[in-house]
């Protein structure tokens, strides 16, 4: 699938950005730790969504969608001593892996294949078998494929390597009903994260140190339904505003947290951006040229490493040398070489830096989408650009934006989508 795009128009208008993809996924993943229903509020219509529903549907739960972004997830509608979770699906997208800690909680013996997702450098799963084994898992991999197996779930300090945050959400599920206390520290603390938490207490579950790196969990004896609204999507309201103030546009990007966003929205105020804060939104005002800006990603409540590339294309547009200095992943620069044959000054000095000297033009290019995030930011960069940009690879996008093409044409963007 490919975008098209004519740049050099100005958005206007207003954009709600809906629900967390990073929070939703865990939270379905969630509803395996009771057989009663779980009703979720504010879901976002994307790919990894549906994905994540026909996983929980193979497991064996009901799904029903009960409206636009309402899905509720039934009771089990067969138990299996052992679940080997369908391969296919698993690969597909990287979330799908949050099955393990609910089911291990509930099951002595499941079976998955490693999970797939964006390609963004190494992604590795230490932490989570790490965090597994001290709790009394044995793993065994072989033709491809995970088995893990335990006696009973244990109690245990866990201390993680990195503050890995699909690896702290499995742990967290692993845990919840597991009598005694578990502790994880270095636990990652991100707004997702912390959404997980309040919902596995709606369903009954003891966590203290939400938000924090050390979570402490009392397991109970069993978990009940209950209802949620997932929080709004923090990379999706970055995503916007940065979008915003590449084009030059006075938008409202409403339906968001900005509590959320305190430290990317301080550094776009340093560099010059100007905007309004209200409880929920934030309305752009006209700026002048922004300056360079130094970069670091980090876990919460730093940059995130998902708006890294946002802020690459913002840099070719500010004045002077930008580094964007990406601590978390080494493989997220593919975006670069893409923007580099679209005119802008930037170059890759190793993995984790690049520079990027602005004000530059950008012109229309065939290019492609790199990943999910580096393509929000390839769309961003075809908006400012001069002419007709093609996105290719453009369904990753939508494993993460919902409707973009038809969202984006609704705030007056040139953007269509071609099979
Ligand atoms: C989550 O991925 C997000 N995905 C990613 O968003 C996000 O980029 C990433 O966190 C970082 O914030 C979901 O929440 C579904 P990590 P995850 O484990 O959990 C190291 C998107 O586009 N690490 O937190 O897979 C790892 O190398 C996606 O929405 C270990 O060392 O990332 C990395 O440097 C892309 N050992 C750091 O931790 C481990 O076992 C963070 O990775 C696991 C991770």
Do not use: W
């Not at 929080?231 to 590449?246: E, F, T």
């Not at 002077?320 to 975006?335: M, N, Q, V």
């Not at 007709?388 to 984006?408: F, H, N, P, W």
């Amino acid at each position: 699938m490919k975008f098209v795009i004519t740049g050099g128009k100005k958005l206007r208008g207003s954009i709600d950005v809906g629900g967390a993809k990073n929070a939703v996924l865990p939270i379905l993943a969630a509803t395996l730790l009771t057989d009663e229903a779980c009703v979720i509020h504010n879901v976002p219509l994307i790919r990894d969504v549906d994905r994540m529903l026909e996983l929980l549907t193979n497991i064996g739960r009901t799904v029903i969608r009960n409206g636009d972004h309402t899905v509720t997830i039934g009771p089990a509608r067969r138990q299996s001593p052992i679940h080997t979770i369908d391969p296919k699906l698993v690969k597909s997208f990287r979330a799908s892996f949050l099955v393990v800690g609910p089911l291990l909680a509930r099951t002595r013996k499941i079976r998955i294949t490693e999970p797939g997702g964006c390609s963004i450098g190494n992604r590795p799963l230490d932490d989570h078998f790490h965090g597994l084994r001290r709790m009394g898992v044995t793993i065994v991999r072989s033709d491809g494929m995970y088995t893990f197996s335990h006696r009973g779930l244990e109690a245990k300090t866990i201390t993680l390597v990195a503050p890995s945050v699909t690896a702290t959400e499995n742990i967290l599920m692993a845990c919840v009903l597991t009598r005694g206390t578990t502790t994880i520290k270095d636990a990652a603390a991100e707004p997702h994260v912390q959404d997980l938490c309040f919902f596995l207490e709606r369903m009954g579950a003891r966590i203290k140190g939400i938000g924090t790196s050390t979570l402490t969990v009392t397991g109970v004896g069993n978990l009940h339904g209950t209802m949620h609204d997932v929080i709004p999507d923090p990379i999706g309201a970055l995503s916007y505003i940065m979008m915003g103030l590449a084009t030059k546009s006075r938008i409202t990007v409403a339906g968001i947290r900005p509590d959320h966003l305190d430290v990317p929205l301080e550094t776009l105020l340093a560099a010059g951006a100007r905007f309004d804060i209200a409880r929920h939104s934030i309305t752009l005002k006209s700026s002048g040229l922004l300056k360079e800006m130094k970069i670091q990603t980090r876990p919460y409540p730093g940059i995130p490493t998902d708006v890294q590339a946002l802020f690459g294309v913002l840099a070719t547009q500010a004045q002077g040398t930008s580094l964007i200095h990406e601590t978390i992943f080494d493989g997220r620069f593919a975006y670069i070489s893409e923007l580099a044959r679209m005119g802008a000054n930037a170059v890759v000095c190793d993995p984790h830096r690049a520079l990027i000297t602005g004000p530059t033009s950008l012109y229309g290019q065939e290019i492609r989408s790199p990943d999910l995030r580096a393509g929000m930011a390839m769309i961003v960069a075809a908006l400012i650009a001069q002419g007709q940009t093609i996105i290719y690879d453009a369904q990753s996008i939508e494993r993460g934006y919902e409707r973009i093409v038809e969202r984006l044409s609704a705030l007056g963007a040139d953007i269509r989508r071609e099979e």
